[in-house]
C-alpha cells in the first residue's frame, strides 16, 4: 500500500469516474434532472461553503487572480507559436487548450490533496475561470462577446456572497450552515460519476492536432503555472493549488464545432464548456 499513497490524491478521483463509466454501461438514464441540481443547488453551496467557511484574504484573492490570468496569458502565447509552427489555426484548438478542466478534475484533486484549505482556493479559481470561459471563451467561440451570460449562472452570486461573508467575517451561524456544507460536498462525487457517465458517450478518436493540444494543454500550462507563480511570489497552499490547476487535462474535446456543442444540451452545466463528445476534429 505504501507504494500507492503519492497516488492517493488521484486513486479517489478515477475510481468515481470510473463508477459512472460503469453504470452508463449498465443503465441509461437522463442526466437533465442531476444537472439541474447542480446548477441550481450543489454548486453554488459548494461554492458558498468553501469560501464563507475557512479564512480567506484579500491577498489570496489578488495572488490567485493574478497568477491565473498570467498563466491564460502565457498558454495563449504558447498556442499562438502553435499555431505559427504548424501553419494551422482554429477555434475549436484554442479553447480547450487554453481552459484547463477546472470543475470536475480541479476541486476534487486538490480537495484530496490539500484538504478544506486547497479545495476553498481550488473553488476560487473555479469561479474565476468559469467567467473567463463565458465572457473570453465565448469571445473566442463566436468572434464577439456576450458579457451578461455569466451572470445567469447562480455560482457567481454564491461566489460574491461568500467572499463577502468572509472577508467582512460574518458568523454564520453552525445550524444554517451545516446544511449547506453538505449539499456542497454532496457535488463532487455527482459531478465525477456524472464526467464517468458522459465518458461512456465517446464516439470516436482521432489524434494529431488533438493529441498536439492536449501535450500543450499539460506540459506547457505547466511550465506557464511555474513561471507565473514565481513572478507573483505565490507561497504555500496558493502556490500548490495553481500549479495543481495547470496539471490538470484540458476539457474532454478538442473540438468545439457546432455539432460537438449541441451534444451538450444545458450550457450551464459545468461540463457545457468541455463539449463531452471526445470527437476531436479540425474545426476552423
Known amino acids: 500500500m505504501e507504494l500507492l ?21 449498465w443503465k441509461k438514464i437522463s442526466l437533465a434532472a442531476v444537472t439541474e441540481i447542480v446548477v441550481y443547488l450543489g454548486t453554488p453551496s459548494l461554492v458558498f461553503s468553501s469560501l ?19 498563466i491564460f ?69 463566436n468572434g464577439r462577446g456576450n458579457w451578461t451570460e455569466i451572470f445567469r449562472l447562480p455560482l457567481i452570486y454564491a461566489a460574491i456572497a461568500g467572499i463577502s461573508f468572509n472577508l ?6 453552525e445550524l444554517l450552515l451545516q446544511p449547506v456544507i453538505m449539499l456542497g460536498q454532496a457535488t463532487i462525487p455527482i459531478m465525477l460519476i456524472s464526467l464517468g457517465y458522459r465518458l461512456h458517450e465517446v464516439e470516436s478518436l482521432q489524434l494529431g492536432h488533438a493529441l498536439g493540444g492536449a501535450l500543450l494543454r499539460i506540459f506547457g500550462g505547466f511550465a506557464a503555472a511555474n513561471i507565473a507563480v514565481n513572478l507573483i511570489g505565490a507561497h504555500g497552499v496558493n502556490r500548490q ?22 451534444k451538450i444540451q444545458d450550457w450551464r452545466h459545468p461540463s457545457w464548456f468541455s463539449a463531452l463528445s471526445f470527437r476531436f476534429s479540425r474545426s476552423r
Open 73 to 141: 496569458i502565457a498558454v495563449g502565447l504558447l498556442i499562438r507559436l502553435y499555431f505559427l509552427l504548424c501553419s494551422f489555426s482554429s477555434r475549436g484548438f484554442t479553447l480547450p487548450t487554453l481552459f484547463m478542466n477546472a470543475g470536475n478534475m480541479g476541486i476534487p484533486l486538490a480537495l484530496f490533496a490539500f484538504g478544506q484549505e486547497g479545495m476553498q482556493r481550488a473553488t476560487l479559481l473555479y469561479v474565476i475561470i468559469t467567467f473567463l470561459q463565458f465572457s473570453l471563451g465565448i469571445y473566442i467561440l
Open 168 to 173: 467582512v467575517q460574518i458568523k454564520i451561524p
Open 241 to 262: 493549488v495553481l500549479l495543481l490547476y495547470e496539471r490538470c487535462p484540458p476539457p474532454w474535446s478538442i473540438s468545439f464545432s457546432p455539432k460537438n456543442i449541441a
Open 5 to 25: 499513497k503519492p497516488l492517493s490524491p488521484v486513486i479517489p478521483v478515477f475510481l468515481l469516474i470510473a463508477a459512472g463509466f460503469v453504470f452508463a454501461h
Open 52 to 70: 464563507a467557511s475557512k479564512p480567506l484574504f484579500a491577498g489570496d484573492i489578488i495572488e490567485l487572480s493574478a497568477g491565473i490570468l498570467l
